[in-house]
């Protein structure tokens, strides 16, 4: 029978990657909840309903998930714990994969974690040393990727990291780059830091992309090898893209069209509102219109 590693690792890469202890949470907030949406290959497969807690006592990332063929993955229930310094403290994850069911338990103490895991009539247990900023990425939940909302922000490119992956062990992780981006979407503009993350896998190395928002929340993540692509439900929506250039006077627009809306800017000379009087009507000036792909 294969090992619930080998299962899952086809399924799904993402158990691969976190960070090294380095930023704390941001404040403690109420709950705040997100739909995370999961593409293979273009395809949406399903989705998960994540939820991240800040309180005095730490954070907590907890949710539920359904991803349909061919990675056939159910989540009953997810919830990881950090302390109000960031580190991990513990997971519970209960779930499937296809006709399997899956029990992910780990405590931390220090830089000593005990987990179990359970495997249809299998399982495994095991106590093992790990980094004291090792991070918790259990299987078959995407949400805890969370993580690395907060734990990306302090870091440069050229920093390793740990992993803790139950069942599997620790891995590093290198920082390649980074860098800011904005997203138009219907309801604002998102502002998020892009990293390419190196995951030292024993197999392979892996590049991977990590989104997160100035808030410290996860906005997308993607491994190109493996076409998985998870993104946050207002910035998977077609209405929304990735702000390149932009000029002062520049403005958001939509124009509805047969059956959906296109998204566009309106890049007005500076100059013209600079010299318009109070009052006056807008100058009529001569347009470009620039269509993108064409």
Same mark, same amino acid.
């Given at each position: 029978m294969r090992t619930l590693h080998s299962t899952v690792a086809l399924a799904l890469l993402a158990l691969l990657i976190s960070a090294g202890l380095g930023a704390q949470p941001p404040a403690p907030a109420g709950p705040a909840t997100n739909q995370l949406m999961v593409f293979l290959r273009g395809v949406?497969?399903?989705?998960?309903?994540? /939820?991240?807690t800040r309180t005095a006592?730490? &954070?907590?990332?907890? $949710?539920? %998930?359904r991803l349909g063929t061919p990675i056939s993955v159910t989540v009953r229930k997810a919830e990881i714990r950090y302390g109000p310094d960031g580190r991990a403290l513990s997971c519970a994850i209960e779930g499937s994969i296809r006709d399997r069911q899956i029990v992910v338990v780990s405590n931390i103490t220090g830089t000593t974690a005990?987990?179990?895991?359970?495997?249809? /009539?299998?399982?495994?247990?095991?106590?093992? &040393?790990?980094?004291? $900023?090792? %991070?918790?990425l259990p299987?078959?939940?995407f949400g805890s990727y969370e993580v690395f909302g907060w734990r990306l922000q302090s870091m440069k490119p050229g920093d390793s990291m740990r992993v803790?992956?139950?069942?599997?062990?620790?891995?590093?992780v290198k920082l390649l780059s980074a860098s800011d981006e904005r997203i138009q979407t219907p309801g604002g503009l998102v502002t998020a830091r892009r990293s390419t993350i190196s995951i030292a896998d024993p197999a392979k190395p892996v590049e991977v992309e990590i989104w997160a928002d100035q808030g410290g929340r996860l906005v997308r993540f993607s491994v190109p090898s493996q076409a998985l692509e998870v993104v946050r439900s207002d910035v998977a929506t077609v209405a929304a893209r990735e702000v390149k250039v932009s000029r002062p006077n520049d403005e958001s627009a939509h124009v509805p069209a047969?059956?959906?809306?296109l998204a566009a800017t309106v890049?007005?000379?500076?100059?013209?509102?600079a010299s318009r009087q109070a009052g006056a009507k807008p100058a009529r000036l001569p347009a470009?219109?620039?269509?993108?792909?064409?």
């Open positions: 949406p497969v399903g989705n998960e309903d994540v /939820t991240v006592e730490g &954070t907590t990332i907890s $949710g539920t %998930a005990a987990w179990s895991l359970t495997e249809g /009539t299998n399982s495994r247990q095991k106590t093992e &040393t790990i980094d004291a $900023g090792a %991070a918790l299987p078959i939940f803790l992956v139950p069942g599997q062990g620790q891995l590093e047969n059956g959906f809306t890049s007005k000379p500076a100059a013209a509102s470009v219109v620039l269509v993108g792909g064409t």
